[in-house]
């Protein structure tokens, strides 16, 4: 359940004085054992570095080594068992302070809920150190210790990612959601209250956001472990999931957005990352949950909005175990599979990560062995992406606890994948957490990965790695003012990233015949760097909802050739040189003329078919007027008549195929259809 430090043992002089009970007045410690007597000074204000949830109470320390040093803070001492600690560490001054680290429950001794963090500290540079009452007031133990500094490699000029703090007033005790909840698919900030959700809508001009609290019924459960965020119902409203140790709730919105009611069922769930995803491809978004301590679970969509509770075939290791669930087609036959970051140290099984083929029939097959990706390590999760820009989705597995490096996947195009950590930059990376995310933040062309401790890995795009300091702790992604770079939400703080000269495209997609966000859908981009891939995904990393817009970065390259869409339903469309440095809207089909109320105009049987196919109108005031048939690849293959509403397709090959209808009032609507 928690991830595992080594236990360190030191012999250091235990101080026991009094911290201070604001920034100003911290007390200055250095090397040793420290005592805090008891934890009752004022809140801290400056944003949260560990965990997520405010406390109404804090100590503060600094610390200023006179040399460079490696310094690990923790309080995973004998002393402290059956403790339970959080602490959150800041470099700059007061009134301008970041996140340096952090930790909540890295313990190894008794339950553990103690904490640890190992970070470089710079030489003349104040760090502040502090402790809340999130989980205990009482007194404890604390170790800061000293240890041999580990030079990072040097920032390439260029390639630095830097950010701009500005706070927000964000209401509600989670605030980890970053992701457009009104339909105009400009990132929104979502703050999660028992009985309210305060949204920031972002303006339409980038200029700041709008605030509004949405009083909500009582949630049972609250995304003590993760949020993900979708529209599973197709009203144009982005639905939640709120993951906690003890179940789910679903935050359905109603259709004006303005309200939302939670559906929260009687399974006792200790749930871990959740995803919104089309499990079985019927169009309609299931969900997706981890078990800590049991086999998965997930929900299927009955079309309705309805979601059906199922357990297992998808993670049945009978402890549990499962942290990080991320879907992703790894071996490009256009369906999602699922890769499982796990954790449970020590525990030989439970422990192991687990990569599973989707089958194509709703049903999926363990393959982690074969594949490469039976990782024993505390992963807890993954960040995946086409690192190398070949056209196949590579990894980075994470790490949780001590002891344990990243590892970097590369995906060798035939179901399996190569260690290829050695040398990439990621061997020396030594900050362990539990949030591993792959996104452009440089706008180059290249996947970065952004992990624990402030730090971005910058893909040079020769499978090395640089790394990038200065950014804050992990926090929802989005782009947050509209400017086509990637920015972070931590608590009530937005990091606005700097930017640069290079180009971009962001496409919104919305899904007809697929899932309404478009999830599921694969997504490619052309041009003098070759091409550029993307899977639309709800549920990333561990804890957060960050943004559902698909974005990418061009570089210096001054316009994308080529577009090309491959949609869950089966549907490819294919536009020329779109626009750079803009959003896109994309609507499945509308390249084609299809309209967008579609599934229910007309009636296809039988389906699967292998010589003839029927189509009934429901709409009896029309006829049919022309039908056109196309491919996997949004080719037109069959220019068709229509007979006694009956059409050959004995000379199509076995596969999917979309029919594109027009009736006698001009309208098209479309449907999917399977050739045997």
């Given amino acids: 359940m928690k991830k595992r430090l080594p236990l360190i043992m030191l012999c250091l002089t235990a101080f026991l004085a009094k911290a201070?009970?604001?920034?100003?007045?911290?007390?200055?410690?250095?090397?040793?054992?420290?005592?805090?007597?008891?934890?009752?000074?004022?809140?801290?204000?400056?944003?949260?570095?560990?965990?997520?949830?405010?406390?109404?109470?804090?100590?503060?320390?600094?610390?200023?080594?006179?040399?460079?040093?490696?310094?690990?803070?923790?309080?995973?001492?004998?002393?402290?068992?059956?403790?339970?600690?959080?602490?959150?560490?800041?470099?700059?001054?007061?009134?301008?302070?970041?996140?340096?680290?952090?930790?909540d429950d890295s313990g190894n001794l008794g339950n553990g809920f103690l904490?640890?963090?190992?970070?470089?500290?710079?030489?003349?540079?104040?760090?502040?150190?502090?402790?809340?009452?999130k989980w205990r007031s009482t007194g404890f133990n604390f170790v800061l210790a000293e240890g041999p500094y580990t030079p990072e490699q040097p920032e390439v000029p260029g390639q630095i990612v830097g950010f701009t703090p500005q706070t927000i007033a964000l209401g509600g005790s989670y605030k980890n959601c970053v992701v457009d909840m009104n339909g105009d698919y400009l990132d929104d900030i979502v703050g999660i209250s028992n009985t309210s959700l305060n949204i920031l809508y972002q303006n339409a001009s980038g200029g700041g956001f709008t605030p509004a609290t949405i009083t909500t019924p009582q949630a049972t459960y609250m995304p003590s472990w993760s949020v993900t965020a979708a529209d599973y119902d197709k009203n144009g409203y982005t639905d939640l999931l709120f993951g906690s140790g003890s179940g789910v709730t679903f935050m359905k919105a109603n259709s004006t957005g303005t309200g939302y009611t939670p559906i929260s069922g009687p399974q006792s769930i200790f749930s871990q990352r959740s995803n919104f995803v089309?499990?079985?491809?019927?169009?309609?978004?299931?969900?997706?949950?981890?078990?800590?301590?049991?086999?998965?679970?997930?929900?299927?969509?009955?079309?309705?909005?309805?979601?059906?509770?199922?357990?297992?075939?998808?993670?049945?290791?009978?402890?549990?175990?499962?942290?990080?669930?991320?879907?992703?087609?790894?071996?490009?036959?256009?369906?999602?599979?699922?890769?499982?970051?796990?954790?449970?140290?020590?525990?030989?099984?439970?422990?192991?990560?687990?990569?599973?083929?989707?089958?194509?029939?709703?049903?999926?097959?363990?393959?982690?062995?074969?594949?490469?990706?039976?990782?024993?390590?505390?992963s807890w999760s993954s960040a995946f992406g086409d690192f190398d820009n070949d056209g196949d989705m590579d990894a980075l597995i994470g790490s949780n606890a001590g002891g344990t490096t990243q590892k970097l996947m590369r995906n060798n195009g035939d179901g399996t994948f190569t260690n290829v950590s050695a040398g990439s930059g990621f061997e020396s990376y030594t900050n362990t957490g539990r949030e591993y995310i792959a996104r452009d933040f440089n706008n180059d062309g290249f996947i970065d990965v952004f992990g624990p401790g402030g730090i971005i890995m910058i893909n040079n795009g020769d499978w090395t790695f640089t790394k990038s300091g200065g950014a804050p702790q992990n926090g929802p992604i989005g782009d947050l003012n509209n400017d086509g770079f990637l920015d972070v939400q931590v608590?009530?703080?937005?990091?606005?990233?700097?930017?640069?000269?290079?180009?971009?495209?962001?496409?919104?997609?919305?899904?007809?015949?697929?899932?309404?966000?478009?999830?599921?859908?694969?997504?490619?981009?052309?041009?003098?760097?070759?091409?550029?891939?993307?899977?639309?995904?709800?549920?990333?990393?561990?804890?957060?909802?960050?943004?559902?817009?698909?974005?990418?970065?061009?570089?210096?390259?001054?316009?994308?050739?080529?577009?090309?869409?491959?949609w869950p339903s089966g549907l490819v469309e294919e536009i020329l040189n779109p626009a750079i440095n803009s959003k896109l809207l994309v609507v499945e089909g509308s390249t084609l003329g299809i309209s967008e109320t579609n599934s229910n105009q007309f009636i296809l049987y039988p389906n699967p078919a292998s010589d003839y196919i029927r189509i009934q109108l429901t709409d009896m005031q029309s006829e049919i007027a022309s039908v056109k048939i196309y491919d996997y690849q949004g080719r037109m293959v069959s220019d068709v008549k229509i007979q006694e509403n009956q059409i050959d397709i004995q000379s199509l090959s076995a596969g999917n195929y979309m029919m594109v209808l027009q009736n006698s009032n001009g309208e098209k609507f479309s449907q999917k259809f399977v050739k045997k």
């Fill in 115 to 133: 904490s640890a963090f190992t970070f470089n500290a710079v030489a003349g540079t104040t760090y502040f150190i502090v402790f809340d009452n």
């Fill in 278 to 378: 089309d499990l079985n491809n019927d169009g309609h978004l299931d969900a997706f949950v981890c078990h800590d301590v049991n086999p998965n679970v997930y929900y299927l969509n009955d079309g309705n909005g309805n979601l059906v509770f199922h357990q297992g075939g998808m993670g049945d290791f009978p402890s549990g175990g499962n942290y990080g669930s991320i879907f992703v087609d790894y071996d490009n036959d256009g369906d999602q599979d699922l890769f499982i970051a796990k954790c449970r140290g020590g525990n030989t099984g439970a422990n192991i990560d687990e990569l599973h083929r989707n089958n194509g029939n709703g049903t999926f097959t363990n393959v982690s062995v074969a594949a490469g990706m039976a990782d024993p390590d505390q």
């Fill in 491 to 566: 608590e009530n703080t937005v990091y606005y990233n700097n930017g640069n000269d290079n180009n971009w495209i962001i496409l919104n997609l919305q899904g007809i015949q697929s899932t309404r966000n478009g999830i599921g859908a694969r997504v490619e981009i052309y041009g003098a760097w070759g091409r550029q891939i993307r899977d639309v995904r709800s549920g990333e990393g561990f804890e957060f909802a960050n943004s559902l817009n698909t974005h990418f970065g061009i570089g210096t390259a001054t316009e994308i050739t080529r577009l090309v869409i491959k």
């Fill in 20 to 103: 201070q009970d604001n920034c100003q007045t911290a007390l200055e410690i250095t090397a040793g054992t420290h005592t805090i007597d008891a934890i009752n000074g004022n809140a801290n204000t400056y944003g949260i570095c560990a965990g997520s949830g405010t406390a109404a109470n804090s100590e503060w320390y600094k610390y200023s080594p006179s040399i460079n040093t490696s310094v690990t803070v923790t309080t995973d001492l004998i002393a402290n068992i059956g403790g339970d600690t959080r602490f959150h560490i800041y470099r700059g001054a007061c009134g301008a302070l970041t996140c340096a680290g952090g930790d």
